[in-house]
């Protein structure tokens, strides 16, 4: 994993980082994980995280959804070796409308960047995966209804902010394979797939159809508490494991990997391990770049009541 801290730890507030900033932070975290095998004619496809947009009844904050220069500066790389990107989302929090997460610039939040000049400029590809073609998916005996395009892709890219969560402890790139799930089927907000079963378990189904997925978490600002205060950290992480990489995300936001159940299950079906002393972390290390995020109450008041296992070892 690549771990790159823009500012050094106890600086309150952080500096402000300029986009130039941002892109030299991503190309460093991505060349510190192993560049993606991403190249000439592949279809790509990048999953940011946009829950919300500004004007809608969900408050909108700095952290909750991945910063567009971060998507533009990924797109940007991608599209010097030859890829065909599609940006590619299935919001709970909006949907198209004359201004949404496509069309609105976030108050000037990342310097008036928008979703549609991004795929303008690079000549990228965007699509809704609330409507989008789907296909059955089969997991833990339920059977998915997930988009066409994200099975066949030859690459996915999962892109989120480091955020703490009400139902899973924390959203990073596993947990933003939700946002793969189509409203057309599943409703908004999505109420439909939450009734399938428990989160941690949903959360696996989805990402274990892309296992192969690579992610890339943080960013200028991250969400604490029950996704209701903003922090500003400067920090980026990018690796070809999404499993590793959220243990290692848990790790930076103050979590001991093993309190996640999403990621103890994860790690119970194989699909990766969540033991820090396990997993390769190159750049700043977790010491250097960790900051204890406050905690969801509302998930610890899920979790207080159960002891939390040894981790469950990988399949084999």
């Known amino acids: ?55 809608l009844s969900k408050q909108y904050g700095p952290g909750a959804v991945t910063d567009l220069r971060i998507v533009r500066s990924l797109v940007a790389w991608l599209t010097e070796r030859g890829c065909r990107v599609t940006i590619a989302e299935g919001a709970g929090g909006w949907r198209p409308a004359p201004v949404d997460g496509w069309t609105t610039d976030w108050g000037g939040e990342f310097g008036g960047l928008t979703y ?68 057309s089927v599943y409703g908004f907000p999505k109420l439909g797939l939450h009734a399938l079963g428990p989160l941690p378990e949903l959360i696996v189904d989805l990402f274990a159809l892309r296992p192969d997925a690579y992610g890339i978490i943080g960013g200028p600002w991250a969400v604490e508490g ?63 770049a960790c900051r204890t995020f406050r905690r969801s109450a509302q998930w610890e008041a899920l979790t207080s009541s159960a002891a939390v296992p040894s981790p469950a070892p990988p399949s084999a």
Request: aromatic fraction near 4%; proline fraction near 6%.
């Open 116 to 183: 549609t000049a991004i795929a303008r400029e690079f000549g990228a590809d965007l699509l809704d995966l609330n409507f989008a073609e789907t296909v059955e998916y089969r997991a833990s005996g339920h059977v998915y209804a997930v988009p066409r395009a994200v099975r066949d892709c030859h690459r996915l890219f999962s892109l989120s902010p480091l955020k703490t969560n009400k139902g899973a402890g924390i959203s990073l790139a596993m947990k933003n394979f939700f946002g793969i799930a189509p409203g």
């Open 1 to 55: 994993m690549g771990v790159v801290l823009a500012a050094q730890p106890g600086a309150e507030p952080a500096a402000a980082q300029s986009h130039t900033q941002l892109d030299a932070m991503l190309r460093a975290a991505l060349n510190l994980a192993g560049p993606p095998e991403a190249g000439r004619g592949d279809r790509v496809i990048v999953k940011p995280n946009i829950v919300c947009c500004p004007g």
């Open 226 to 288: 029950d996704a209701d205060c903003s922090l500003r950290h400067n920090l980026l992480v990018a690796g070809p494991d999404c499993v590793a990489l959220d243990a290692v995300g848990a790790a930076l936001m103050g979590f001991e990997p093993v309190e996640l159940e999403f990621l103890r299950v994860a790690q119970a079906r194989g699909l990766g391990t969540i033991d820090p002393g396990m997993i390769d972390v190159r750049g700043n290390t977790i010491e250097e």
